[in-house]
């Protein structure tokens, strides 16, 4: 991939357009290899569920990840109204030192983790008012999508599937619109199960994916973390390079027309 195709999040340029999450996995040391392996630079932690310095007894995630080599993004994972979902940014905001960049999810259902829409907007603005840049995740909905960007969100996160499921990209057509009329990254996060469902994101024009169940929840992480790397790789030089047009007839290879012979006796 060439060093100019950059990803921009809130004025900063990353290389790497994986986002990974760091639940689930084993213990901290493969935390560690899994995400080091999937070359992200972004990397999410739950404020809720981790201890990034709230507990001076516990394990502390940022000896695996430290934030001089990673951009944590905090998020707000088991929010289920849009002033807690408030509350644990401003916590995160506290133990990182100002940090301003969060991932807001506020959920609807604990069956599905279906995003509240409604509450996310709420949360959305009252974030952004006061001085955080918000990674918002939300439904595939295009009009949701542009709600949240009209309010100041840095980046969009669409769901491809519900958290967890690792369906892949359920609805592409609401993908392909959102990220059409867009002017802020599209980032597709939850539901991707493999590498395949990756690239496929990619190559429908999203500017990332984020992902954390699919690597974690592999028979091998460390491996699927390098799968998933190669394959948002590969997705974005194919959406680049412009795949050919889909045809329902067969078009040769190696055309006839222009040859010497071209049949006959």
Same mark, same amino acid.
């Given at each position: 991939?060439?060093?100019?195709?950059?990803l921009?999040?809130? $004025?900063r340029?990353?290389? =790497?357009?994986l986002?990974?999450?760091?639940?689930k996995?084993?213990?901290?040391?493969?935390?560690?290899?899994?995400?080091?392996?999937?070359?992200?630079?972004?990397?999410?932690?739950?404020?809720?569920?981790?201890?990034? +310095?709230?507990?001076?007894?516990?394990?502390?995630?940022?000896?695996?990840?430290?934030?001089?080599?990673?951009?944590i993004?905090?998020?707000?994972?088991?929010c289920?109204?849009?002033?807690d979902?408030?509350?644990? /940014?401003?916590?995160?905001?506290?133990?990182?030192d $100002?940090h301003?960049?969060?991932?807001?999810e506020?959920? +609807?259902?604990?069956?599905? !983790?279906?995003?509240?829409?409604?509450?996310?907007?709420?949360?959305?603005?009252?974030?952004?008012?006061d001085?955080?840049?918000?990674?918002?995740y939300t439904?595939?909905?295009?009009?949701?999508?542009?709600?949240?960007e009209?309010?100041?969100?840095?980046?969009?996160?669409?769901?491809? =599937?519900p958290i967890?499921?690792?369906?892949?990209?359920? @609805?592409?057509?609401?993908l392909?619109?959102i990220?059409? @009329?867009?002017?802020?990254?599209?980032?597709?996060?939850?539901?991707?199960?493999?590498? =395949?469902?990756?690239?496929?994101?990619m190559? !429908?024009? /999203?500017?990332g994916? !984020?992902?954390?169940?699919?690597?974690?929840?592999?028979?091998?992480?460390v491996?699927?973390?390098?799968?998933?790397?190669? $394959?948002?790789?590969?997705?974005?030089?194919?959406?680049?390079a $412009?795949?050919?047009?889909?045809?329902?007839?067969a =078009?040769?290879s190696?055309? !006839?027309?222009?040859t010497?012979?071209?049949?006959?006796?």
């Open positions: 991939m060439a060093d100019n195709d950059k921009i999040v809130a $004025g340029e990353y290389h =790497s357009r986002l990974v999450g760091t639940g996995y084993r213990d901290m040391a493969e935390t560690g290899r899994a995400i080091r392996a999937s070359g992200a630079e972004i990397v999410t932690v739950a404020i809720r569920r981790t201890n990034i +310095g709230q507990d001076p007894d516990e394990d502390n995630l940022l000896d695996v990840i430290p934030p001089d080599e990673f951009t993004l905090p998020n707000t994972a088991g289920y109204t849009a002033d979902a408030v509350r644990v /940014c401003r916590l995160a905001r506290e133990l990182l $100002g301003n960049l969060v991932k807001l506020v959920l +609807g259902d604990e069956k599905t !983790l279906y995003p509240d829409v409604p509450a996310t907007l709420e949360a959305a603005e009252k974030l952004v008012a001085g955080f840049e918000v990674m918002v439904s595939d909905d295009p009009i949701a999508a542009r709600r949240l009209q309010i100041g969100c840095v980046a969009v996160m669409p769901l491809a =599937s967890g499921s690792g369906l892949g990209i359920q @609805n592409r057509y609401n392909m619109t990220i059409e @009329n867009a002017a802020v990254p599209i980032i597709v996060d939850a539901g991707v199960g493999t590498a =395949s469902d990756a690239a496929v994101a190559e !429908l024009g /999203c500017d994916v !984020l992902m954390n169940t699919a690597i974690a929840a592999a028979k091998d992480p491996g699927m973390a390098q799968a998933m790397r190669k $394959g948002i790789e590969a997705g974005r030089e194919a959406f680049l $412009g795949r050919m047009p889909m045809r329902r007839f =078009s040769a190696s055309p !006839l027309e222009g010497f012979w071209q049949g006959g006796s």
